[in-house]
Structure formats: structure tokens, C-alpha cells
């Protein structure tokens, strides 16, 4: 989620820069961003979702003229400047399947896919990845700092709650772990927030409604985790799910990432459903009715993070914790990355019955969405799809698809392996360019292009931004007032769920 200034980042062909500088002028709303474990401050331009103008950025030279690129933004900043998402957000979470909205790209829908896209990016820069850390697998900051760790300080949201699952189950490739015996937990990954929109009038205003959002973690580059997936369907009934129809199946992997628990673990005792969909009732019963603000749910994630969401917002309609105590619906909506099939044909019309939009953005040269299912599933033959909907390997995707193409944007290298083309912030790049079919790529909402190669070795050489260059500051260690090098300890991960977590557990079971 982080940038870093890009006032450096060289144009393609070298030129006299005295004579052919392009200006850089980031968004009005600057924010001072510390890198990890670092004092040295970064800024970032965020995303903004209020028709604030842009403004221009940094563009090569080598396909395409400055004029051309000044008309998209001045068209695109006219656009969003005519409508706000205060007036349209209903329309954004799609209500209306996002029909006229993705091509050309609507710049209010590009901000907040861009925006959610973030929220699935703190999962990533939030995470322990260390293994040589002894709090490998945890998040780095806690609850209540969490944005503004990351350097997010006017999100407008505040991190409610913290999710976590067992690594118990049959995932490897997935879960991170530390390598040291004294660990912050043995059976523990951090895998996400749930977060809710505050009470400034400034984020009431912009957003338009209040807003609960869940954020998943995936993966950032290893693909390894595919090989993993069990990759048969199984019934979400048999997981404590409220469907009767057994013919409505998803990914048994991810069923069990999503319903397992640890009851020795203090924070896998209980499972991610079970943290998620009582958080998900406490806040709906909190803000659902308020008088004069409507509400929604959002639901985030890259990956298997995708998947997560797809589930979970499944799993939150199904229950129907989106209506409130005087029996307003709440919409669910779901912005996924890079994510793959989650169940069966029956999954995804349940999820259409029940009014669940999803929206799935994807890099057409990334495997993971295609995945599993490869042979059998939305795109084969009726016939064949008739004959084969029964076995437990026949998926199909859910909702709407935003298709995009790096070797569209002259940033990137065209040839890239597989990982690579899974790399979110090189898809929220791409969002930031792309609008429509067949136009140009043009760089509109002030991301940097530097951010790519955080995690990734993405940007063409010419750039001069180093791959992989995200990283703690000495790994991590610091000097101690006796001269030694040391691993310093963190405030200890918040391990408690909500008092009342037993009680709301019980009203799920068993409704009045």
C-alpha cells in the first residue's frame, strides 16, 4: 500500500531532463509514509473517491504524447467531477451488475477498486513473512494502529476486528511459519480485518453511507499453494453453513481454511467463520438502523483471499446477517484480485439468489483464476456442463469479470513468470491505466509506479527501481542501550476475542 516518491523514476529514453521534465503533482491529500521499521518518510498520494482533480503523472515518452495522455486525465477528471460516490455508491457496489461502468471505466468505480485493492494490500504489508522472526505469521502492528502503521491516516476506518486461522490443515505452502521455538503461537496465521467506516462527517460525506469492510490475506508471489488444494467440491452444508441444498458446493481447501479450528490456541480457538460472522452481526446490529445513514458490506481479497471473500459474503447472506433487527437488506458486496474459483454452478446461482454482487478484477496471463476447474467449468460446453455438473471438480466462477493486460502498460516487462503476473500491486497498477477497451493506458489516480516492484521484479530495467525492494531496516534488529544486537519483543498480539463472542454464537445457531 506504501509508495515511495517518484520524482526519480527516469522516462524511458533518456532526454534532457532540464528541457523535458514532466511535473509531478500528487494529490492534494499527502500523507508521510514510514517504511518498515524505518524513520525515513515516504509519500503517498492516495486514492481519492470525492472528484478531487488529478493530476499529471510521470508517462513514456515512447508510446504516446504528452497532449494525448493530458486529454484522458482532463476527460477522466471531468467525468468523475460530474458525479460523486456519495450519490452513486449503490451503483459502485453493484447494484446494477455494473452495467456502462467498465467500459469505458467509470473513474469513481476505478478509485474504489483501486481503494478495496488497497485494504487487500495491508494484509500483505501488515504480515510477518519473516521466518526468522519469532512472531512469523502474525501482523506487525496492532488493532488499533493499524492504518496508521501502514501510513494510512485518513482512511476513515477503524480496524474492529482481527481474524486468524488455524495452520493446522492440510496447506503448507500457505501458512507462515517461524523457525525459532519460542514463537507467539505454534498454530496460528493473521489472515485479516474486519474494519468499519467512521463517524467523521468527512468519510460520511465521501462515502455516503457506512461502510464494513473485510479484508482476507492471500498470497503475494508463491503459487505453491495450488498444488495443495485438495480439489474436489464438497457440500457447504456438512460445514455448519444454514443451506439445505446439498448440491451447493465449494472448494473443500478453502472450507476447511475457512471452519477449522484449534481449541488449544487462544487464537484459533474459534474458527475464522465463527470470528468473522459475529463481529459482521455485532456491527449490523450496532449501525444497521441508525437514522439517516444506510450501510453496507464489503467484502476484500488477493488469491486465496479472493476466495476467502467469496465465501465469507456467501456465507454472511446466507446467514442473513445483512438484514437488520427492522428488516433492512443490507448489500454485500465482493471486489476480488487475482482470485480463484471458489464452488460449483450451484454455488454461484445461491449466490445470486441471494442478491451477492461480485466483481473480480484479473491479469489474463495469471493462472490462479483459471484455477481449479481448468477443464471443466463456466466456459464449457451446456451439454458438457449439463453432463458434468454433478462431479466434485466441475467449478464456475461468480459474478462479473474486469479483465486487464500487463503487456498493456509500458511500465512493465511483456514477459513475466507466473508469480509475477499474480502480483497485486502490479493489478492495481494496471486499474490505475486502464480505461476501456482498445484505450490507451494513461496513468490517473497518482499510485506510484515504483510500487510494483515491492514484491516483485515487474518494472522495465529503465526505471531504475530495484526489485524486491520492501524490506525491514536490518531485519528487524535493533541496537540495544548495552551495544548488543537484538530481536526487540512487540506488544503481544491481541489473542481475546469479543467478550460476547459465545453469545452471539448462540443466536446464530439458533435464531429467534
Known amino acids: 500500500m506504501a509508495t515511495i516518491p517518484s520524482h526519480n523514476l527516469l522516462l524511458p529514453k533518456p532526454i534532457n531532463q532540464s528541457a523535458h521534465s514532466l511535473s509531478f503533482k500528487p494529490h492534494s491529500t499527502l500523507l508521510n509514509f514510514p517504511a518498515r521499521s524505518s524513520p525515513v518518510a515516504v509519500t503517498r498520494a492516495l486514492s481519492t473517491t470525492d472528484g478531487a482533480s488529478t493530476s499529471s503523472r510521470l508517462e513514456p515518452l515512447e508510446n504516446y504524447g504528452i497532449t494525448a495522455a493530458d486529454d484522458v486525465r482532463r476527460r477522466d477528471r471531468e467525468a468523475k467531477e460530474s458525479k460523486s460516490l456519495r450519490d452513486t455508491w449503490r451503483k459502485i457496489q453493484g447494484e446494477d451488475d455494473w452495467a456502462g461502468l467498465m467500459d469505458p471505466m467509470d473513474p469513481v468505480l476505478r478509485s474504489e477498486l483501486i481503494r478495496y485493492g488497497e485494504m487487500a494490500q495491508a494484509c500483505y504489508d501488515a504480515f510477518d513473512f519473516d521466518p526468522f522472526s519469532k512472531y512469523c505469521g502474525s501482523c506487525r502492528f496492532t488493532r488499533k494502529k493499524l492504518f496508521d502503521s501502514l501510513g494510512i491516516f485518513d482512511s476513515g476506518y477503524e480496524a474492529a476486528r482481527y481474524l486468524y486461522a488455524t495452520s493446522n490443515i492440510n496447506l503448507p505452502n500457505f501458512f507462515s511459519k517461524s523457525r525459532w521455538s519460542k514463537v507467539w503461537s505454534k498454530n496460528a496465521n493473521w489472515m485479516g480485518y474486519v474494519a468499519v467506516s467512521d463517524d467523521s462527517e468527512a468519510t460520511r460525506h465521501r462515502l455516503g453511507r457506512r461502510d464494513i469492510a473485510i479484508a482476507w490475506r492471500g498470497t503475494v508471489t508463491q503459487l505453491e499453494w495450488i498444488a495443495d488444494l485438495k480439489d474436489f467440491l464438497k457440500p457447504v452444508s456438512g460445514n455448519g453453513f444454514r443451506c439445505r441444498d446439498p448440491a451447493v458446493k465449494a472448494e473443500s481447501g478453502f472450507l476447511d481454511l475457512y471452519t477449522d479450528k484449534d481449541t488449544s490456541c487462544n487464537f484459533s480457538k474459534f474458527s475464522a467463520r465463527e470470528q468473522l460472522l459475529t463481529e459482521v452481526k455485532r456491527l449490523v446490529e450496532r449501525y444497521g438502523d441508525e437514522e439517516g445513514d444506510d450501510l453496507s458490506i464489503t467484502v476484500t481479497g488477493h488469491s486465496l483471499g479472493g476466495a476467502l471473500a467469496v465465501l465469507s459474503a456467501y456465507d454472511v447472506a446466507e446467514m ?148 524486491y525492494w520492501r524490506q525491514d531496516a536490518n531485519k528487524g534488529m535493533v541496537r540495544h542501550t548495552d551495544g548488543r544486537w537484538i530481536q526487540p519483543d512487540r506488544i503481544r498480539a491481541e489473542d481475546h476475542h469479543a467478550p460476547d463472542i459465545h453469545h452471539l454464537l448462540t443466536q446464530l445457531h439458533h435464531p429467534s
Open 320 to 467: 442473513g446477517l445483512n438484514r437488520t433487527k427492522k428488516g433492512k437488506v443490507v448489500p454485500v458486496t465482493v471486489f476480488t484480485y487475482s482470485a480463484p474459483r471458489v464452488g460449483n454452478i450451484r454455488f454461484k446461482e445461491r449466490m445470486e439468489e441471494l442478491g451477492v454482487k461480485v466483481l473480480r478484477v484479473v491479469n489474463k496471463h495469471d493462472v490462479v483464476p483459471k484455477s481449479p476447474g481448468l477443464f471443466l467449468n463456466e466456459h464449457a460446453p451446456d451439454a458438457l456442463k449439463q453432463l458434468a455438473g454433478g462431479l466434485p471438480w466441475c467449478y464456475c466462477h461468480v459474478g462479473e469479470k474486469l479483465a486487464l493486460d500487463h503487456q498493456n502498460s509500458p511500465f512493465l516487462k511483456p514477459s513475466v513468470d507466473l508469480s509475477t503476473a499474480h502480483n497485486l500491486e502490479a493489478l492495481l497498477h494496471l486499474l490505475d491505466g486502464y480505461h476501456g477497451k482498445g484505450q490507451r493506458f494513461v496513468l490517473s489516480s497518482g499510485r506510484d509506479p515504483a510500487l510494483v516492484n515491492k514484491a516483485s521484479d515487474f518494472l522495465k530495467d529503465h526505471f531504475m527501481v530495484p526489485p
